[in-house]
């Protein structure tokens, strides 16, 4: 065994092209390791072969990382486990993010994990890859540790939050090969670099991880900090990205302004999710000159008692405000609604469909998707779920079509219905951004078509488009394939 290597495994997180993006989880953490002088190789499917995990798992490294969401991302998860296991029974499989975080003893049960780093998981790994240096078979003194021995599955105690002032840059070290790749890769969205200028979200909201993950917890980087990372990236090529901030810069203000002109000066092309009461005029046009494509804005619902109850921390008059602002704007802009909550009426579903017209009429071109509410692990709402009859699975391997098309909660009379308006709202108003390619012209055209005359009409009989959906998200990488060989 080779017990200075680790390898970082990141699977595919979803069936379609645009949804590539470098992998800070991994990365960051692989940084941190080769600051330590620990030997790191990367596998990312969307840009790999498969033949490269084999060739990593046959040199037999200290242990091998997986990081994955409560997404699409497990059942791929699973089997590049399962993969491992077959070339490299004996080699250590450590699984980490959201999903083993928020999951850490039923994910520790499976036979496909070994370790579970819950939470930040930096200096988690570090002590391990440490401990399994020495030989240790005790890791009681690891903080933020799933383990098991001694016949048991142990959680330890939660590791207190870096600082991440002193985080070494993602793309430092092999992160740099990476981010070369994907900068090789062409692409017509921005989301394909990535960069991270804070952790964790001041708000609350009850459907999101972060609650539980960042336990309300936001740390932003020093105005310095940013600048040094952005002008990297600069030096690297990097002339476009996405701010992974559940919440750009964590609303500060004054530090938006120091790093709008800075984002400005350097002609950075970039996106970035907002709260949709955080901008006056000046500030929108400010966003406009710094280089801003395109704004994420979480709306939710546009009934207040909805957003109390899923703890938005904003209300529909600051919903109408902010509509009002940034529809004046040239940014391009996406206001994300939620269907299908606990304890949702039939007249609060109509309003909010309503509220997607209403959001088009006042900011034209704007993309409005409407999601189904998926009960995540450990978020806030995730008890209300259970109360209102929700079933989660019993085994990590059943939360692997956990996604919005496929969960089924109970309450929902009509789940074909919710199912519908999703497919519906993505095919009508995300087609300019994410399907005007070779595809388009022999699917997504006409599907588009009928999805606007759909939507016009809420016409959702012999809804033919779900199966369509289906078998494209089944066979993904396939078409995928087939689309690169053509250009």
């Known amino acids: 065994m080779n017990k200075n290597l680790v390898v970082l495994a990141y699977a595919n997180a979803s069936p379609f092209p645009y949804h590539a993006w470098t992998p800070l989880a991994i990365l960051s953490l692989g940084a941190y390791l080769e600051k330590q002088g620990i030997e790191v190789e990367y596998f990312d499917e969307r840009i790999h072969k498969i033949e490269r995990f084999k060739e990593l798992v046959a040199r037999k490294p200290l242990l ?63 002590e391990l890859v440490r401990a ?52 090789r890769r062409s692409s017509d969205t921005l989301e394909n670099i990535g960069y991270e200028s804070s952790r964790g979200c001041p708000h609350k909201c009850g459907f999101c ?42 609303g500060k203000k004054d530090m938006m302004l120091n790093i709008l002109d800075l984002l400005r000066e350097n002609n950075f092309k970039w996106i970035a999710n907002v709260r949709i009461n955080t901008f006056s005029p000046e500030l929108l046009k400010k966003f406009e000159d710094s280089g801003c494509v395109y704004l994420f804005f979480g709306v939710e619902s546009p009934d207040d008692d909805v957003l109390k109850y899923i703890r938005k921390g904003q209300n529909r008059r600051m919903i109408d405000e902010g509509i009002a602002t940034v529809s004046k704007g040239n940014i391009k802009t996406l206001y994300s609604l939620i269907i299908g909550l606990p304890n949702q009426t039939d007249e609060q579903l109509e309003r909010t469909l309503d509220f997607a017209d209403e959001i088009r009429r006042r900011h034209p071109g704007a993309e409005v998707p409407i999601q189904p509410y998926v009960p995540l692990p450990g ?109």
């Open 132 to 183: 399994l240096q020495e030989g240790k078979k005790d890791f009681s003194s690891i903080d933020g540790l799933g383990w098991k021995g001694n016949g048991k599955n142990t959680l330890n105690k939660d590791r207190e939050f870096l600082d991440i002032e002193t985080l070494p840059f993602p793309y430092d070290g092999k992160g740099k090969d990476i981010l070369l790749e994907y900068l």
């Open 379 to 487: 978020t806030l709402l995730y008890e209300e779920a259970l109360k209102a009859g929700f079933k989660p699975p019993t085994s990590l391997e059943g939360w692997k079509n956990f996604t919005n098309d496929e969960i089924r909660n109970p309450w929902i009379k009509n789940p074909k219905l919710l199912n519908a308006i999703y497919i519906n709202t993505f095919l009508a108003f995300r087609y300019d951004r994410f399907l005007r390619n070779f595809w388009s012209r022999l699917v997504f055209g006409p599907l588009h078509s009928l999805s606007l005359w759909r939507w016009k009409n809420r016409n959702y009989k012999f809804f033919f488009e779900l199966y369509l959906y289906l078998t494209y998200k089944r066979l993904g990488r396939f078409f995928i394939f087939i689309e690169k060989m053509i250009k």
């Open 209 to 250: 991880y972060n609650v539980y993950f960042h336990k309300n917890v936001c740390r932003v980087k020093s105005v310095d900090k940013v600048r040094d990372e952005l002008m990297k990236l600069k030096a690297l090529g990097v002339n476009k990205l996405t701010f992974y901030d559940d919440t750009f810069l964590a």
């Open 64 to 126: 091998i990382g997986l990081s994955t969401m409560t997404c699409f991302q497990i059942k791929n998860t699973l089997r590049l486990s399962k993969l491992a296991r077959k070339i490299a029974p004996e080699i250590p499989l450590v699984w980490g993010g959201t999903h083993p975080s928020m999951m850490a003893e039923q994910t520790l049960e499976s036979e496909l994990v070994d370790f579970v780093v819950k939470g930040e998981g930096e200096q988690t790994l570090l």
